[in-house]
């Protein structure tokens, strides 16, 4: 639900041409950012409840804003281009970081 939330005022509020479409998701960026690593300091439960909110509301920008934000710094010419390197780096780290962080990880935690 925060996701949608967030989604939709991030879309309100780069139509109002108020902030640029880059510094919206940098905005995000940072608030997140800083809810994860605070995320040692939460104990009760009602904190990772706000955590869940403050998290869904700012990570929506993240994703939803990608497109408009390749479209201002390369331009629409090379749209196609950019966002299918984009989509090749980002596969390339999701596949290969969780095997990668498991055997940095395996040696530490092995019985």
């Not at 919206?24 to 997140?32: N, P, T």
């Not at 605070?38 to 929506?60: D, E, I, K, M, R």
């Not at 196609?80 to 390197?85: L, Q, S, V």
């Amino acid at each position: 639900m925060c996701d949608f939330i967030g989604r939709c005022l991030c879309g309100i509020i780069a139509n109002q041409h108020l902030v640029k479409n880059y510094m919206i998701v940098a905005i995000c960026q940072l608030v997140d950012g800083t809810t994860l690593a605070l995320c040692s300091f939460y104990g009760p439960f009602w904190s990772f409840v706000v955590l869940a909110v403050v998290f869904g509301l700012f990570s929506s920008a993240i994703f939803s804003m990608t497109p408009s934000v390749i479209v201002d710094f390369v331009g629409k010419e090379n749209f196609r281009t950019a966002i299918a390197i984009l989509i090749l780096g980002q596969g390339v780290t999701l596949g290969t970081g969780a095997p990668l962080l498991d055997a940095r990880l395996s040696p530490l935690i092995s019985d």
